[in-house]
């Protein structure tokens, strides 16, 4: 039973991780947007 608990657990900070690194990228892409427009 512990496994199972434990198994979500992890599968739910792994995609909360996920989640985190896709924003981190989105912020990254629209600074790189950005500096790029900026700089024309």
């Given amino acids: 039973m512990m496994d ?3 198994g979500a ?3 739910h ?3 909360d991780e996920l989640d985190r690194i ?3 990228h989105t912020v990254r ?3 790189k947007f950005l ?3 900026q700089s024309e």
């Fill in 4 to 6: 199972v608990i434990w």
């Fill in 9 to 11: 657990k992890a599968k």
């Fill in 13 to 15: 900070s792994y995609f």
């Fill in 22 to 24: 896709n924003k981190f």
């Fill in 29 to 31: 892409e629209v600074e």
């Fill in 35 to 37: 500096k790029g427009f």
